[in-house]
Nanobody, 120 residues
Framework: QVQLVESGGGLVQAGGSLRLSCAAS????????MGWYRQAPGKQRELVGT???????NYADSVKDRFTISRDNAKNTVYLQMNNLKAEDTAVYYC??????????????WGQGTQVTVSS
């Protein structure tokens, strides 16, 4: 089992920056990927970016070149650095992590979500 706790959301003006943090605990050594989703009001949850273990980080086209996912293994923490924020980035941001159970089926863990509001 893995537990994820997010922090760092808030209100920011358009063009500003925020950094979200996701602290992982539990069986983190078996994680295959971590990343971020977001969900805006009235919209489906969408992938922001994913960082597979040992692979390249991928981003949604809407955030590419503005958002960066990084990981601090010593702190068991994944970050989402968001620059040049736009009003359309307003959403609840969720950290997620994936591992495999004993039958090799993927399991997804979610953080509680953190609100990011960008004022125009």
């Amino acid at each position: 089992q893995v537990q994820l706790v997010e922090s760092g959301g808030g209100l920011v003006q358009a063009g500003g920056s925020l950094r979200l943090s996701c602290a992982a605990s539990g069986s983190i050594f078996s994680l295959k990927a971590m990343g971020w989703y977001r969900q805006a009001p009235g919209k489906q949850r969408e992938l922001v970016g994913t960082m597979p273990s040992g692979g390249s980080t991928n981003y949604a086209d809407s955030v590419k070149d503005r958002f960066t996912i990084s990981r601090d293994n010593a702190k068991n923490t994944v970050y989402l650095q968001m620059n040049n924020l736009k009003a359309e980035d307003t959403a609840v941001y969720y950290c997620y992590a994936v591992d495999y159970n004993e039958r090799m089926y993927p399991r997804t863990y979610w953080g509680q979500g953190t609100q990011v509001t960008v004022s125009s």
